[in-house]
């Protein structure tokens, strides 16, 4: 019986978890960057879903993408930015970033900005490795 390949998808995470006391004011992250932590999470489940549904159609590569949401946290703007050898994952990756569900944006993000629209940055890493293999697994996490 042949064994069934484990998808490993390595993704950077510049999201930081902040304890709300004892933190001075100028180092918590700015509202915007929050607003952006909270939808790369959403990117990153909605991505990592479906690509685990299809593991067998991943290899090596990987994909990086920005994306624009509106007030009411609706994709308006979608763009590839670099992808490695898998057209399958960039179509995956820019349809399930248009299917995704994200909050609208926070008052507090508007004001910050200026502007009521909000850019993101994303990229998956993946490669397939034969079960079994004697290679360690990385956290998943979401750029």
């Known amino acids: 019986m042949r064994a069934q390949p484990f998808v490993i998808i390595a993704l950077i995470?510049?999201?930081?978890?902040?304890?709300?006391?004892?933190?001075a004011a100028e180092t918590r992250p700015s509202a915007t960057r929050l607003y952006q932590s909270q939808v790369n999470v959403i990117a990153f489940q909605t991505v990592l879903l479906e690509f685990a549904k299809y593991r067998e159609r991943l290899k090596r590569g990987s994909v990086k993408l920005t994306f624009r949401l509106n007030r009411q946290g609706r994709v308006?703007?979608?763009?590839?930015?670099?992808?490695?050898?898998?057209?399958?994952?960039?179509?995956?990756a820019v349809r399930m970033?248009?299917?995704?569900?994200?909050p609208p944006i926070p008052q507090n993000v508007i004001a910050e900005?200026?502007?009521?629209?909000?850019?993101?940055q994303a990229e998956?890493?993946?490669?397939?490795?034969?079960?079994?293999s004697n290679r360690a697994t990385?956290?998943?996490?979401?750029?």
């Open 13 to 23: 995470c510049w999201a930081q978890v902040f304890a709300q006391s004892g933190i």
């Open 97 to 102: 970033i248009h299917l995704a569900k994200f």
């Open 113 to 120: 900005q200026g502007h009521d629209w909000v850019d993101v």
């Open 76 to 92: 308006t703007d979608i763009k590839v930015v670099s992808t490695k050898s898998n057209p399958w994952a960039e179509a995956t």
């Open 124 to 132: 998956w890493s993946f490669r397939v490795e034969p079960s079994g």
């Open 138 to 143: 990385q956290p998943a996490s979401v750029k």
